[in-house]
């Protein structure tokens, strides 16, 4: 065996080109498709995450066919409902950032307010009313350390183009990265004059249900009671962040296609016969007396040892290019591509069900296609292979 294992190796190192060129290009699509799984995985964690502070119900006011401010007068009469126990306006909206050419979203909170998601509410706590102050996280203040250092904070336009220029009051970070890149907190009061909304208005209303079985019921009561208001249930918040999540995955799924396309190009060439060089030399050793069982057990050790270390490190080149890294241009397949959108860091997560898949999706079917031919030929006299 160690005869075998020896000659394995001088045999590897002897067609060092070919055989390096061979592993560069299996560790390549290893690469990609391990991205691939690893960019779907942390996202889908992200999301997951995201998910578990959705309210059991979202109202929206919606006239022709487009949202607008609803009044806080249209959610009193929800209040007599036994299945409610709080209705909280929010005051909200994308802001664009004309000379940064980015849209963000600003977000006005208040001092003693039960907000759903519990990051807001440790913010809002401690936050001083009045004062043109904001909270963000370091991503975005890193963001606008131009605009920071220059005006002393960063100028927002109400919509009669007053300026409101307002002061960083502290950083804060969310426990997920995609909202770290998105949301600056500021007084519920200031919000409202950079967005235009007047005192008895919002943006949406979040409704908690005590019991999760009546959250559909209480739905339908508000829809049938005023047919401006839309109403968006958790689970269809969730359905809606899914099909956004598999129509972006798509993209991912057109590239593990084109890899798994050209994977199959390779086996097929290996599968389709031996080069005229490894057909001889399989004819010299069967005339130095090497049985069919040696020949296989050699080309297995070749394949296994080629293929195994060129999973290894596509896959670990894959875990530093996504974590460490942090995916550049792949990432934007999913975020979308804007070179001024603030960067957020992906969530650390490995599935290993999914690489034992891609493993034994790859590895054995190559070594499989490395032994078949070589097993035909070492099947045939030694003479009649050298010739």
């Known amino acids: 065996m160690k005869t075998i294992f020896d000659y394995t190796l001088s045999s590897i190192t002897r067609y060092g080109y070919k055989n390096l060129a061979l592993m560069v290009i299996f560790a390549f699509l290893v690469f990609l498709m391990s991205c691939a799984m690893m960019i779907t995985n942390s996202l ?14 979202l109202v929206q006011k919606n006239i022709g066919g ?14 007599d409902y036994p299945s409610i126990s709080s209705i909280e306006g929010r005051v909200w909206g994308q802001y664009y950032f004309e000379r940064n050419q980015i849209y ?26 009045g004062e043109n102050l904001m909270v963000a996280s370091p991503e975005v203040l890193k963001f606008f350390k131009d605009d920071i250092y220059v005006y002393g904070g960063i100028p927002f336009f109400t919509p009669d183009n007053s300026l409101i220029k307002v002061s960083v009051g502290g950083e804060f970070k969310f426990k997920n990265a995609l909202e770290n890149a998105d949301i600056i907190m500021l007084d519920e009061n200031v919000t409202r004059k950079i967005l235009g909304l007047s005192d008895d208005f919002y943006t949406d ?19 049938i009671s005023n047919p401006t208001l839309k109403v968006i249930t958790k ?62 057990r050699y080309k297995l050790l070749e394949a296994s040892i080629m293929s195994v270390l060129a999973f290894l490190v596509g896959l ?36 290993f069900r999914l690489i034992a898949l891609l493993f034994f999706t790859t590895v ?10 070589a097993w035909k030929v070492a099947s045939w006299d030694a003479g009649e292979v050298l010739r």
């Open 44 to 57: 889908n964690k992200e999301y997951k995450l995201i998910s578990k502070d959705f309210p059991e119900l």
């Open 66 to 79: 487009r949202n607008v401010p609803i009044n806080a007068s249209d959610m009193d009469t929800f209040w």
């Open 104 to 129: 963000l979203t600003i977000f006005g909170i208040k001092t003693f307010t039960d907000y759903y998601m519990d990051d807001i509410k440790k913010v809002a706590e401690n936050f001083p009313e």
């Open 205 to 223: 209303f979040v409704i908690r249900v005590l019991n999760h079985e009546e959250v559909d019921l209480t739905a339908d009561k508000i829809r």
């Open 235 to 296: 689970d269809e918040m969730l359905r809606q962040y899914q099909l956004l999540y598999d129509y972006k995955s798509g993209w991912f799924l057109m590239l593990l296609m084109i890899s798994f396309v050209t994977y199959a190009i390779i086996l097929y060439d290996k599968a389709s016969g031996l080069r005229s060089e490894e057909r001889r030399e399989i004819g010299i050793l069967k005339a130095l007396g090497w049985e069919i069982s040696h020949i296989i």
């Open 316 to 351: 670990i080149a894959a875990i530093f290019f996504v974590y460490g890294l942090n995916a550049p241009f792949l990432i934007r397949i999913f975020s979308g591509y804007d070179e001024l959108k603030p960067s957020f860091e992906l969530m650390f997560s490995v599935d």
């Open 364 to 373: 054995p079917l190559y070594i499989a296609v490395c032994i078949i031919p």
